[in-house]
Nanobody
Framework: QMQLEESGGGSVQAGGSRTLSCAAPGYMYSSTCVAWFRQRPGKEREGVATIYTDGDTLYADSVKGRFTISPDNAKNTVYLRMNSLKPEDTAMYYC?????????????????WGQGTQVTVSS
């Protein structure tokens, strides 16, 4: 059973940056991908970025060019660097890992989830 724990959420002004961390012990051996999802107020949960264990990455169109997902394998941590933040990026951000692979921007692929970390972007 993989335990995921997010950190790094908080408040930031529009245009600013924030880095989220996902502690994912053993993810390189227990999963095929790790992803960041978010749930904005009144919206469904959506995939934001994912990284496969072979290093391939995918991003949602809404964050492409602004967000970067990256691993630190030595620390068993996956980061989400968020630049040029907008008020519409305000959401609860979740880390997830999948043992199955496939479309890792789809939440149904993931069998491990963290509790989430809130990011609030003010204008």
């Amino acid at each position: 059973q993989m335990q995921l724990e997010e950190s790094g959420g908080g408040s930031v002004q529009a245009g600013g940056s924030r880095t989220l961390s996902c502690a994912a012990p053993g993810y390189m051996y227990s999963s095929t991908c790790v992803a960041w999802f978010r749930q904005r107020p009144g919206k469904e949960r959506e995939g934001v970025a994912t990284i496969y264990t072979d290093g391939d990455t995918l991003y949602a169109d809404s964050v492409k060019g602004r967000f970067t997902i990256s691993p630190d394998n030595a620390k068993n941590t996956v980061y989400l660097r968020m630049n040029s933040l907008k008020p519409e990026d305000t959401a609860m951000y979740y880390c997830a890992a999948s043992s199955y692979g496939g479309d890792c921007l789809s939440d149904w692929q993931h069998n491990y989830w963290g509790q989430g970390t809130q990011v609030t972007v003010s204008s």
